[in-house]
């Protein structure tokens, strides 16, 4: 029987049936017009009105009074409770779900995201911390799992043998998040403009947004190539900047020795969404980067999770090993060659990272639609395709049913598609 697994890490919620994404979803809520929007349409926005963007309600979680979002909104819980309803639409209005938690929260915390979750139809059949589902994957050894959230990262120290892997003790490094990460590298990418065409990227909300959100295509770029050009239009002018991976290293290097210092051990285990920025492994010499898959996997191959659970429902610091291990995917190459950089739609050639692609019977679009066949996503694992079943999406004409790897010349297809989808490599200086 499939299970739908909610990961709860904000910098990137994710919803899966089983092993098989079918959303991600960052942890922003933005008041657009007298509605709050949550996810992707919350970060799309979160730029052009900052006094009404709240992007710590995850890492809350609790009932403070917060006035910035409409008088709907009282507080975190509030915005959790649209942001998980929003993620169960996505996976088709479930009734049952199991959660992966990162391991900050606490007793208090965690009773509250149960009560949000019954407020939104949803039964909770399994609550797991993330670092657990990770080292149940694992052969036995003493691991460090390191998780960037938002706003800071988690180091998690795990004892995994053969009978169970078991989280002994968690550290909290405030300030050290991917949005701590991908601040310092806009820092940098601003500063180029300055310099190289008197260019304040930040002065004006609709390029600031843009920074923000071109910048998942741009690192993707980055991982591929030592410097590329990053371009800005702004009032029909054209600006230019170059950033390389060693300018990005340099941006980030206080915050990856803060976490090194803190993880003390020769190869922790990074999160995937630390483990995809260029350049981590030049940074972090031994760290080994685990797959999207790690936790999914954990949770869907253990067999503490092969019946629903009945008693009442505590958070799981202990989890027997999965049937389906890691060690042949751990530290893969991030990508390789160039591989498949932009999905060609009919003439027009739409740039593929780590942020979604979504297709629909109108085309292809960022935002989530009610009618999604599937996602497009390219990150440190290469590009996929995410299917939704049913739809009746293709890879070089055959019915797809789950997630599938793509290399340059697949094609997807629908019935009623408008245009041809091709999956293409772009040479870098077009890329951009």
């Known amino acids: 029987m499939s299970r739908i697994l909610i990961d709860l890490n904000d910098a990137e919620l994710r919803v899966a049936r089983d092993e098989q994404e079918i959303t991600r979803s960052p942890g922003y809520a933005t008041l657009v017009q007298h509605t709050v929007v949550v996810g992707e349409q919350g970060f799309a926005h979160a730029w052009l009105h900052p006094r009404h963007t709240h992007s710590h309600y995850w890492e809350t979680l609790n009932t403070a009074p917060i006035t910035q979002l409409g008088k709907r909104i009282r507080h975190a819980g509030d915005l959790a409770f649209l942001h998980l309803e929003y993620l169960r639409e996505q996976a088709g209005r479930p009734d049952r779900i199991t959660l992966i938690v990162p391991g900050r929260y606490t007793r208090t915390q965690?009773?509250?995201?149960?009560?949000?979750?019954?407020?939104?139809?949803?039964?909770?059949?399994?609550?797991?911390?993330?670092?657990?589902?990770v080292g149940a994957t694992l052969p036995p050894g003493h691991y460090r799992h390191v998780e960037a959230l938002l706003h800071h990262t988690v180091i998690s120290?795990?004892?995994?043998?053969?009978?169970?892997?078991?989280?002994?003790?968690?550290?909290?490094?405030?300030?050290?998040?991917i949005a701590d990460f991908e601040t310092r590298i806009l820092d940098c990418i601003v500063a180029?403009?300055?310099?190289?065409?008197?260019?304040?990227?930040?002065?004006d909300?609709?390029?600031?947004?843009?920074?923000h959100t071109q910048l998942a295509g741009w690192l993707v770029s980055l991982a591929d190539n030592p410097e590329i050009v990053l371009a800005l239009n702004s009032a029909g002018i054209r600006h230019e900047t170059r950033l390389s991976r060693d300018m990005v290293l340099a941006a980030i290097a206080p915050l990856t020795q803060r976490l090194v210092d803190c993880a003390d051990i020769e190869s922790p285990l990074l999160d995937y969404r630390l483990g995809r920025l260029p350049g981590i492994d030049a940074a972090w010499p031994g760290a080994i980067r685990l797959p999207a898959s790690a936790a999914l996997t954990g949770v869907t191959h253990s067999p503490d999770?092969?019946?629903?659970?009945?008693?009442?429902?505590?958070?799981r610091t202990t989890l027997a090993p999965a049937s389906r291990g890691l060690c042949q995917e751990l530290n893969a190459p991030a990508m390789p060659g160039r591989g498949a950089t932009h999905l060609l739609v009919g003439d027009i050639a739409h740039p593929l990272s780590r942020r979604p692609l979504y297709l629909t019977a109108e085309g292809v679009q960022r935002l989530t639609a009610e009618k999604t066949l599937g996602a497009v996503v390219r990150d440190a694992a290469g590009c996929r395709v995410d299917p939704v079943p049913g739809t009746g999406l293709h890879l070089n004409g055959t019915p797809l049913a789950h997630q599938m790897a793509l290399q340059p010349g697949d094609r997807l297809s629908f019935a009623g598609a408008k245009a041809s989808l091709v999956i293409i490599t772009v040479a870098p200086a077009d890329a951009l």
Request: hydrophobic fraction near 45%; proline fraction near 4%; charged fraction near 15%.
């Open 205 to 211: 909300a609709l390029t600031e947004q843009a920074l």
């Open 305 to 315: 999770f092969a019946y629903p659970s009945t008693g009442g429902m505590t958070l």
């Open 192 to 203: 180029g403009f300055l310099r190289d065409c008197r260019f304040d990227a930040r002065h």
């Open 157 to 177: 120290h795990l004892e995994v043998n053969p009978t169970a892997a078991q989280r002994t003790d968690t550290e909290i490094i405030p300030g050290t998040g």
């Open 110 to 133: 965690l009773s509250l995201l149960l009560g949000i979750a019954e407020a939104a139809g949803l039964t909770v059949e399994g609550l797991v911390d993330s670092a657990v589902a």
